[in-house]
C-alpha cells in the first residue's frame, strides 16, 4: 500500500468505507484480485493499525 499527497485536495472514491471523499492524502492499495483502489486515510490507519483489509 502507497500513501500519497497532492498540493491540493482532490475528489476520490474509497473503495474500503465506499464513501466520496476530497482530500489531498489517500492510498493506493493492491487487491488480491490484481486489482488496485484508493482508500481515504481514515480507512489506510485502520488497516495499519490491525484492523480488516
Same mark, same amino acid.
Given at each position: 500500500m502507497t500513501m500519497t499527497r497532492s498540493a491540493q485536495a482532490e475528489p476520490f472514491?474509497?473503495?474500503?468505507?465506499?464513501?466520496?471523499?476530497?482530500?489531498?492524502?489517500?492510498?493506493?492499495?493492491?487487491?488480491?484480485?490484481? &486489482? &488496485?483502489?484508493?482508500?481515504?486515510?481514515?480507512c489506510y490507519g485502520n488497516v495499519m493499525a490491525g484492523g480488516d483489509p
Open positions: 472514491h474509497c473503495g474500503r468505507c465506499n464513501t466520496d471523499k476530497k482530500a489531498k492524502a489517500k492510498a493506493v492499495r493492491q487487491k488480491d484480485d490484481g &486489482t &488496485t483502489d484508493v482508500i481515504c486515510n481514515g
